[in-house]
């Protein structure tokens, strides 16, 4: 399924679904971040998705992370809260989504790398090799959070 983002767009079609997310801003030893190219726009983003009925923010962060890297991860605190009206998300099938992420803090804790069926590749990136990817600007402002030093972002 495809999925293209807007940002400020008069021309973004009109939200007809609110979805609660969960990402994981994942950091090795080194600082580096965990970040994945996904399939359905080939932007890179951090692991993430919706959450689902049974679990806690922390848990489909978790679960995602699994899913689509393979790691097993550790919620260690939180980068912040992306709640920007102005965001919207279409997906090919009709959903137009407004999406309400927390983006947590984690460290992994065990499995391997793995590319899922959600991501053409799934790399470590040190704070300037992010520079230069492709990658939607809501994306970018949650990456530079997760790699800044300030306290948890509320937007």
């Known amino acids: ?3 293209t983002e807007y940002y400020d ?3 973004a079609p009109v939200p007809n679904s609110l979805v609660v997310a969960a990402s994981a801003a994942v950091l090795d030893e080194q600082g580096r971040l965990l970040l994945q190219r996904r399939v359905d726009n080939g932007l890179w983003a951090m692991p993430g998705g919706a959450m689902e009925m049974a679990e806690s923010l922390p848990e ?3 679960r ?3 899913e689509e890297t393979g790691y097993e991860i550790e919620v260690t605190g939180l980068v912040g809260t992306y709640t920007d009206a102005r965001h919207v998300i279409a997906y090919s099938d009709g959903e137009v989504r407004r999406q309400f992420n927390v983006c947590f803090r984690a460290r992994v804790v065990g499995g391997e790398l ?3 069926d959600e991501s053409h590749e799934v ?3 040190t704070a300037e090799d992010t520079a230069g990817l492709a990658m939607h600007h ?8 997760a790699l800044g030093r300030g306290g948890p972002y509320a937007g």
């Open 9 to 11: 767009d008069p021309a």
């Open 138 to 145: 809501t994306q970018r402002l949650r990456v530079g959070h």
């Open 60 to 62: 489909a962060a978790v």
């Open 64 to 66: 995602e992370v699994r």
């Open 123 to 125: 790399r470590w990136f």
């Open 114 to 116: 793995a590319v899922s």
């Open 1 to 3: 399924m495809a999925r």
